[in-house]
């Protein structure tokens, strides 16, 4: 397992296992549960802050009512 | 006015919207397209593959315009249609397949980030080995919907969503900690980064089914 574990990862998976199964502090937990929200919104909104890809043009222009010999 | 979608909603008596509804109707449409590819990516992990599946989606809302109640909220419409399609291609295949995020995982946008102790590569790796039911129900939750409307928009009741919400980010939790099993190997450059992805995800996304 040892050669998984990210050398500069910020969970140390040692530390973890040092650590038992003991439960976290509520405010850990809390902080935790908190970056995992954030973490997933912050990778939604980087997909959508993407710039629309090509293959969407003819698409769009079909739902703006246009022929394509508009464009 | 943007209330939450009921799911009887727009199987009542449609109409043919006039003329400024359905125009607003399309810009409304390309307004979406951020979110439906975001969506998307979240449920498939693969561009392309969430691209497609973004591109039937607006096609099938565009055919079914006149289902839509204007009026309603238009984003929860949209992710209806495109879990929907999502779940039915999906039952098609009749394979369980679980893709990793590719190359939004990778993406130099997302590299370097973290957010309190927590690597967002590592999450995201983590998030792709969820079940899809626990998937949609965290992303949508996580910003975009009350639990009420992610509730509509997956058809079940809120205290399902909350579960699978809270079973979700203790897995999660649980696995960037390295506290259940270990996530699969970040690739530096990945041709096909569902590769090592798929060879573990699915036997864990097999046993914890939603």
Redesign the interface.
């Known amino acids: ?1 040892a050669d ?3 050398e500069d ?3 140390s ?1 040692e530390g ?2 040092r650590a038992g ?1 003991r439960t976290p502090k509520p405010q850990t ?1 809390r ?20 710039p ?2 090509d ?2 043009m003819a ?2 222009q ?4 246009k022929k394509e010999s508009d464009a | 006015m943007n209330r939450p979608l009921e799911a009887h909603e727009h199987q009542d008596a449609p109409r043919p919207m006039t003329k400024e509804e359905e125009k607003t109707f399309r810009a409304g449409l390309v307004e979406m397209v951020p979110v439906l590819r975001a969506f998307a990516r979240s449920l498939c992990g693969k561009r392309d593959l969430a691209d497609d599946l973004a591109q039937e989606t607006l096609a099938k809302a565009l055919q079914a315009r006149d289902k839509f109640r204007p009026g309603t909220n238009l984003k929860a419409w949209l992710f209806v249609i495109l879990r929907n399609e999502f779940y039915s291609n999906h039952r098609r295949a009749k394979t369980v397949t679980n893709y990793a995020a590719a190359e939004s995982i990778h993406s130099d946008a997302m590299e370097p980030e973290q957010h309190a102790s927590l690597d967002l590569s590592d999450l995201m790796r983590a998030f792709n080995m969820l079940p899809f039911e626990q998937k949609e129900a965290l992303i949508l939750t996580a910003g975009e919907f009350s639990y009420d409307e992610a509730a509509a928009i997956c058809g079940c009741a809120v205290g399902t969503i909350k579960s699978r919400v809270s079973r979700a980010r203790k897995r999660l939790e649980s696995l960037v900690e390295g506290k259940d099993g270990v996530l699969p190997a970040r690739s530096e450059h990945p041709e096909d980064p569902t590769d090592a992805f798929f060879k573990f995800g699915r036997s864990v996304t097999e046993k914890a089914p939603g």
């Open positions: 397992m998984k574990i990210r990862g910020v969970v998976a973890v296992a199964t937990h902080a935790q549960q908190k970056a995992i929200t954030q973490g997933l919104r912050k990778f939604f909104d980087t997909v959508a802050s993407e629309v890809p293959e969407f698409l769009l079909k739902i703006d009512g």
